[in-house]
Every structure is written in C-alpha cells, then in structure tokens.
C-alpha cells in the first residue's frame, strides 16, 4: 500500500491540455474518485499515474519515492479497464495467474495466491472456465482478482462497472467498496456517474478542463459546491440569481430579478448590493396545497409538469419567471400527487440556500430559472 502525491503534473496531446498543471495528495488507504464529464482529463490522469503516460512537467510520487519515469512494470500497479482486457484463450485461473507468471512468483504460492484472490471476489467454483462462458459482472470480478492477486500497491480503476446493467452495477458497487475497505489498498477509480462517485468515495476530484475543479468527501461536493460547474454537475439543482438587499449577522435577504425574496443564512462579508449565484437542492424544497409558516421561505406557484419514478416523483414548477424542480418522496402506501396545473406552495428553510459567487459588479450569467440534471 502507498500514497501518491502529484506535483504540477501537465499532459499535453499536442494543442490539447488534458491535464492542466494538477497537485493531489492521495492519502494510504484511501478511496479516492476522479470524477468529471467526458474529456476532462480524468482517464489520462489515471495513465499517467499507471505509467502508460509520461507528464510534460510536473513529478509523480509514490510515498517518498519519485516515480515520475519508472516504467510500469516497476510500478507494483493493479490496474482494471472498463473492457476488462481478459484473455478469452486462458481460463478464468490463468487469468488471474498471469501477472503472477511474469513475475516469476513459484508454483505453489502461485496456487495459494490465485484461489485466495478468487475466494474475495467468490469466482472461487469458476476457476477453470473461460471468459466467454462468464457474465459481465463475473468477468468484472475475474480483472479484479487478476488486479488484487499481485498484491498491488496502488488499485486504479478505469470505469470497470460501466459495461454492467443496473441492479449489477449497484451491487458490485457495494461488493467493490467493503472488498477495497478490507483489503486497504490505495484506490483510485475513474467515472463519470456522479452516482457512482458519491456511493463509493472517501473522496472525490471533480475535474474539468484538466484541472481540480473542487476535491472533498461526497457530502462536502454534493452539499457543498464551490462553483457553478460542481453544483450543476453533481445532482439536480435550482439556480437562483439575485441582488442582497439587507443583511444581518445571521441572515440576509436577496431579491430576484422577478421579484422573488429570498432568505438565507449570512456569509461572513456580505455587504448590500452584492449580486451572486445562489442555489438549493430540488429534495430540500417541500411542497403544500396551503402555506407552511415555519419555513424561512415560501413561494406560490403551478406545477407544469411531474415525472412518477417509483421512490420519488419530480415536479417542475412555474414560479415568477423561472421554472423550478421540486422532488418529493413517495414515502405512504398511497402517495397524495400534486396534478399538473394546481396551485401550489413552495417552501424551504434558508439552511438549504448556498452562495455560489457574490460580487458587486454584475449579476452571474445563469439563466433565469435553469434547471440543471
């Protein structure tokens, strides 16, 4: 097990910066996600780090150890692909026995290694089959055993859960984090579902345009987003622009464009006038056919649209000028929907309002009333 620690790393594809002048400190252990839409440089921070890639500037350290030019092979690196790189004319054993045959490991602790690798990832009665014969998610545990059986110091993961049908993913997503969690190995994991990324992570990189965009645990990325791109990217979100209007030590007021008053929690050096991007959560706004006075913030509004999903339902609400995404749990036998076209009240506490930008020249340029998935 090892740390690893990145210093201004940059790659560049010739015009392209994939990896814009990146420093990370990945902790022993840890579980950490690279996270970001497609092209952000997430992938080619991955093989860089496995060695497939070469920095244009910067230094790679495992532990005390610079191993910015080591080849891969001298890396010690476990390493899963989303295709899994299986050898369809090898056995499930063989499989897993290949890296341990290239480094000349003897035949009896081969054997013991091999079978406990299987016995983790329970392919152990599969041992003498072929890929072919396997399901997607078998052939995901026979690469992962295949990656964990040379006793690896570092685990990357190229989006290996990306070939999996849903209730299969979700499940190896549980099996994959308790089996990381016991084996400690310094993981990292590429993705790009936000999902994924806040199940699985101790932390998470969000990237964009090959930089850190912001890096946290899950609920510091997810409640609390430092910019635009973050808060859009991970969940659904409600975009509100406004002006302040009047500040106290522990709230302030922000009033809309059309007219909408909003109320929220201080942030230290908040002056009126301020003009920023505020947001809150669609699961932290409550609907009601009548109003409900406890709430910090309350806003009449006609429900334009609804989508049914099982455990919750979303709703799109007209209210003033913009549109905003409601989701409600469906949490009774039989859960009371709100029709589309009805009055109602929208509600939330100024706890679930955060500033995303606050300045004094102009307001943000969001879009009145964007919702964003």
């Given at each position: 097990?090892a740390?690893?620690?990145l210093e201004?790393?940059?790659?560049?594809?010739?015009?392209?910066?994939?990896?814009d002048?990146?420093t990370?400190?990945?902790?022993?252990?840890?579980?950490?996600?690279l996270?970001?839409?497609?092209?952000?440089?997430?992938?080619?921070?991955?093989r860089?780090?496995a060695g497939?890639?070469r920095?244009?500037?910067g230094?790679?350290f495992?532990?005390?150890?610079?191993?910015?030019?080591?080849?891969p092979?001298?890396?010690n690196?476990?390493?899963?692909?989303q295709?899994?790189?299986?050898?369809?004319?090898m056995?499930?054993?063989?499989?897993?026995?290949?890296g341990?045959?290239?480094?000349?490991?003897?035949k009896?602790?081969r054997?013991r290694?091999?079978?406990n690798?299987?016995?983790?990832?329970?392919?152990?009665?599969?041992?003498?089959?072929y890929?072919?014969?396997?399901s997607?998610?078998?052939?995901?545990r026979?690469?992962?055993a295949?990656?964990?059986?040379i006793?690896?110091?570092?685990?990357?993961?190229?989006?290996p859960?990306?070939?999996?049908?849903?209730?299969?993913?979700?499940?190896?997503?549980?099996?994959?984090k308790?089996?990381?969690k016991?084996?400690?190995?310094?993981?990292i994991f590429?993705?790009?579902?936000?999902?994924?990324?806040?199940?699985m992570?101790?932390r998470?990189?969000?990237?964009?345009?090959?930089?850190?965009?912001?890096?946290?645990?899950?609920?510091e990325i997810?409640?609390?987003?430092?910019?635009e791109?973050v808060?859009?990217?991970?969940?659904?979100?409600?975009?509100?622009?406004g002006?302040?209007?009047?500040?106290?030590?522990?709230?302030?007021?922000?009033?809309?464009?059309?007219?909408?008053?909003?109320?929220?929690?201080?942030?230290?050096?908040t002056?009126?006038?301020?003009?920023?991007?505020?947001v809150?959560?669609?699961?932290?706004?409550v609907?009601g056919r009548t109003?409900?006075?406890?709430?910090d913030?309350?806003?009449?509004?006609?429900?334009?649209?609804?989508?049914y999903m099982?455990?919750?339902?979303?709703?799109?609400?007209?209210?003033?000028?913009?549109?905003?995404?409601?989701?409600?749990?469906n949490?009774s036998?039989?859960?009371?929907?709100?029709e589309?076209?009805?009055?109602?009240f929208?509600?939330?506490?100024?706890?679930?309002?955060?500033?995303?930008?606050?300045?004094?020249d102009?307001?943000?340029?969001?879009?009145?009333?964007?919702?964003?998935?």
């Open positions: 097990m740390g690893v620690i201004g790393i940059t790659k560049r594809f010739g015009s392209v910066v994939a990896v002048n990146l990370l400190k990945i902790g022993h252990g840890e579980f950490l996600f996270l970001g839409p497609s092209g952000c440089g997430k992938t080619t921070l991955l860089t780090i497939y890639e920095p244009d500037s230094r790679l495992f532990d005390d150890r610079e191993s910015t030019h080591i080849h092979s001298k890396r690196i476990g390493m899963v692909f295709n899994y790189a299986l050898f369809p004319h056995s499930v054993y063989k499989n897993v026995e290949f341990l045959r290239v480094r000349r490991v003897h009896p602790e054997r290694r091999i079978m690798s299987l016995e983790m990832v329970k392919l152990e009665d599969l041992a003498q089959r890929p072919l014969q396997l997607g998610g078998q052939q995901q026979v690469a992962l295949r990656a964990i059986v006793d690896p110091d570092i685990l990357l993961l190229d989006e859960l990306g070939a999996l049908d849903r209730k299969l993913r979700t499940d190896m997503q549980l099996e994959l308790m089996l990381q016991k084996l400690k190995i310094t993981t590429v993705t790009h579902d936000q999902e994924e990324a806040l199940t992570a101790d998470i990189v969000l990237m964009k345009d090959g930089r850190c965009e912001q890096l946290g645990s899950p609920l997810y409640e609390r987003p430092a910019t791109f808060a859009s990217f991970i969940g659904a979100i409600n975009f509100l622009a002006t302040v209007v009047s500040v106290d030590p522990d709230v302030t007021e922000v009033r809309t464009p059309d007219g909408l008053r909003i109320i929220m929690d201080t942030v230290a050096g002056v009126i006038g301020d003009r920023g991007t505020f809150v959560r669609p699961e932290k706004l609907l109003m409900k006075p406890q709430y913030n309350v806003m009449l509004g006609r429900i334009q649209n609804s989508l099982g455990d919750m339902t979303h709703y799109y609400i007209a209210v003033a000028d913009r549109k905003l995404l409601v989701v409600e749990q949490l036998v039989n859960p009371a929907l709100y589309v076209g009805c009055e109602v929208v509600h939330f506490d100024r706890r679930s309002v955060l500033a995303i930008s606050m300045h004094n102009s307001i943000a340029s969001v879009e009145r009333g964007a919702v964003q998935a």
